[in-house]
Nanobody, 115 residues
Framework: QVQLVESGGGLVQAGGSLRLSCGASGNIFSANTMGWYRQAPGKQREVAAVIDPDYKITYAQSVRGRFTISRGYAGPTVHLDMNDLRPDDTGIYFC?????????WGQGTQVTVSY
């Protein structure tokens, strides 16, 4: 089992910035993909940004140029720096950890961007 602990999120005005962080613990494999998905009210969960074991990064088109994902230096952690936030970035952001055939989700953290 893998446990994910998320931090960050909150309420910010449009144009503002937030940082999300996620740390993984438990049965960790060094070769893992970590990242963030998000779910807006009434919509399906979608990828925001993920980083694979080779540090290949995938961003959703809607966040490219505004969000930056990075791995932390202390253990299996991942950060998402979100700049120039827009109201349509509002949603619950879920950390994900994938290794081999197993995937795990964090409980989610709320991001709300006001006009």
């Amino acid at each position: 089992q893998v446990q994910l602990v998320e931090s960050g999120g909150g309420l910010v005005q449009a144009g503002g910035s937030l940082r999300l962080s996620c740390g993984a613990s438990g049965n960790i494999f060094s070769a893992n993909t970590m990242g963030w998905y998000r779910q807006a009210p009434g919509k399906q969960r979608e990828v925001a940004a993920v980083i694979d074991p080779d540090y290949k990064i995938t961003y959703a088109q809607s966040v490219r140029g505004r969000f930056t994902i990075s791995r932390g230096y202390a253990g299996p952690t991942v950060h998402l720096d979100m700049n120039d936030l827009r109201p349509d970035d509002t949603g619950i952001y879920f950390c994900t950890y994938i290794a081999g055939t197993k995937g795990y989700w964090g409980q989610g953290t709320q991001v709300t961007v006001s006009y």
